[in-house]
């Protein structure tokens, strides 16, 4: 079932990117830099067919090189069609769904493995439900990626590598993880918070390794010295200063940083669409006018200040005592304040919410199978709030931010879980990481 509903999606994926007058996917702003990279051009100078700009560090566009589309009137000898390269990204993408929910499941049933006796079966109803229902949970933000062709699927799967690597105590993987998913997007900067509130540094120095080889040394090999750090520089101006210290450069802001021109969830747009409520919800954005409030960023990071000491009081200062669902639950938290912290933050940033969802599923399961009966309906709320506005006639839904809200529901969940689990800590899910770093440390259990 699950694969015919994704040969039809893609089909429809394909239709929207390829096969329509105008291109409905970001995929080709992408591909352009990968184009310009392999060309020689400055990939923050060339724009899609839209007048977009690539907006990542160069690394990604660099990986990009063998799927490269040029721009109208360009030679294309030796390029893949572009129909092609959608339909591989899009089958890219459903492998880093997949392999992000069984790498990460596979994580959870190794460490709880003992309170629950043994592992389940693969095959099982258990062994499903785990990498199934977190898909589901997420699926109208992971819809929106594919759909777009857009990154957060990979970095998805860089993440759940970073948490099971972290719940398992292995540091050098952990970090290199998080460095690969703050080369592709830098905002996971950010998750660098789980290895210092638990005083982690091995973890934090791979992961400054693994940002110079990414940023600076990869580009390097391949650019040049001068072009890899003018690039750097260039992204820095164009993209970084403006969106999180007013910096001058203004190329962005159309399409991405102004506070009407997108579908922002972040803790800053949600402050100003309620703020001028009235505008949200009679206006579509191409139509409002009102600009953003002088106190509406300094209320957006107090707010994000406020809700990260909460998650890190929650998670505990004492390592010892935490359970490995609990370090799972503290890392996809602190995943969900990521989203809505970052100053620009999308519908598609939301399939990040996974591995909270699937922590959850293992904190409150129930009897024989996740999840517990009593967890549905905080599962239903979160995609109903990530489904209804997209829907036709509700767009503002997403205006005023029913998905933050939902992943907001789902942080609080976690947070109370996370103290709960505190409390039973000594007794319970002790932390033990030999069992986690052996391949074969733990039979197969019995179905839980």
């Known amino acids: ?86 339909a591989i990204w899009y089958v890219l993408n459903l492998l880093f769904v997949g392999w992000a929910a069984n790498h990460l499941a596979v994580a959870m049933e ?96 791979w992961c400054a390794l693994g940002v110079v080889i990414g940023i600076l040394m990869i580009p390097a090999a391949l650019l040049g010295p001068a072009k890899a750090i003018g690039y750097t520089r260039e992204w820095n101006r164009v993209l970084v200063e403006p969106a999180m210290f007013a910096g001058k450069d203004r190329s962005r802001v159309p399409e991405l940083l102004d506070i009407n021109g997108t579908d922002n969830q972040s803790f800053v747009a949600l402050i100003h669409r309620w703020r001028n409520f009235d505008e949200t919800v009679t206006k579509p954005r191409r139509f409002r006018s009102r600009p953003l409030e002088a106190w509406a960023k300094p209320a957006h990071w107090s707010i994000a ?48 919410l996974m591995p909270l969802a699937m922590g959850l599923m293992v904190a409150g399961r129930g009897d024989d199978v996740y999840p517990s009966r009593k967890w549905v309906w905080l599962f239903g709320a979160v995609v109903a709030s990530g489904a209804l506005p997209l829907l036709p006639g509700l767009g503002a839904l997403r ?9 907001l529901t789902l942080w609080s969940a976690g947070l109370i879980t996370m103290r709960r689990l505190a409390a039973e800590a000594g007794v319970t899910d002790q932390f033990d990481t030999s069992a986690l770093k052996a391949d074969s440390g733990i039979g197969i259990g019995q179905q839980l």
């Open 110 to 205: 190794r460490a709880v493995a003992a309170r629950y006796g043994g592992i389940p079966p693969p095959g099982s109803q258990a062994w499903w439900a785990l990498r199934l229902l977190p898909i589901v949970i997420c699926l109208p933000p992971i819809g929106v990626a594919l759909e777009r062709g857009q990154a957060d699927l990979l970095v998805l799967a860089m993440l759940c590598g970073f948490i099971a690597a972290a719940i398992a105590g292995r540091s050098f993987a952990a970090g290199m993880w998080l460095a690969g998913a703050i080369c592709v997007k830098v905002i996971p900067l950010y998750l660098l918070l789980y290895p210092l509130w638990r005083r982690d540094w091995r973890m934090i120095a």
């Open 305 to 352: 200040l406020l809700l990260t000491a909460l998650t890190l009081l929650a998670a505990s200062w004492r390592r010892a005592s935490a359970s490995p669902i609990a370090e799972e639950l503290f890392a996809g938290c602190l995943m969900v304040l990521m989203i809505l912290s970052s100053p620009v933050s999308h519908l598609h940033y939301f399939s990040l």
């Open 399 to 407: 205006d005023l931010g029913m998905a933050s809200f939902g992943a």
């Open 1 to 86: 079932m699950f694969g015919l509903c994704a040969i039809a999606f893609g089909v429809n994926v394909e239709v929207r990117s390829d096969l329509l007058n105008t291109r409905r996917t970001d995929l080709d702003v992408y591909l352009r830099a990968a184009w310009a990279i392999r060309t020689g051009h400055d990939p923050y100078t060339i724009t899609d067919n839209r007048g977009w700009h690539y907006q990542y560090p160069p690394l990604f566009a660099i990986a990009l090189i063998p799927l490269a589309d040029p721009p109208p009137g360009h030679n294309r000898a030796g390029m893949m069609p572009f129909g092609m390269a959608v």
